[in-house]
Nanobody, 117 residues
Framework: QVQLVESGGGLAQPGGSLRLSCAAS????????MSWARQAPGKGLEWVAA????????AYADSVKGRFTISRDNTKNRLYLQMNSLKPEDTALYHC??????????WGQGTQVTVSS
């Protein structure tokens, strides 16, 4: 079955960086667009970034544009999110998701990112 397992979250200071990784299995990864989405406490699921199956098109939410970079390695079935210049409002549970936008086909359990001094 489809499995999406995120890692790389943790505690970062404002202005700091983290790199999230997602290991995908159970489907042909290279054929699907993928996204990152996040959910802050008490809020709904927010789409963050998306990348086409071959990496030819990338999109970001305005809230992260210029600070976050999405990428993928189709040889390793991996999706990444490089997060720089982190802000307290980036604190959330970050999910890897199959699809370019909501509603997603599948998503993982998530990795927690906390930005605090």
């Amino acid at each position: 079955q489809v499995q999406l397992v995120e890692s790389g979250g943790g505690l970062a200071q404002p202005g700091g960086s983290l790199r999230l990784s997602c290991a995908a299995s159970g489907f042909t990864f290279r054929r699907y667009a993928m996204s990152w989405a996040r959910q802050a406490p008490g809020k709904g699921l927010e789409w963050v970034a998306a990348i086409y199956s071959d990496g030819s098109d990338i999109a970001y939410a305005d809230s992260v544009k210029g600070r976050f970079t999405i990428s993928r390695d189709n040889t390793k079935n991996r999706l990444y999110l490089q997060m720089n210049s982190l802000k307290p409002e980036d604190t959330a549970l970050y999910h890897c998701a199959r699809g370019y936008s909501k509603p997603f086909l599948d998503w993982g359990q998530g990795t927690q990112v906390t930005v605090s001094s």
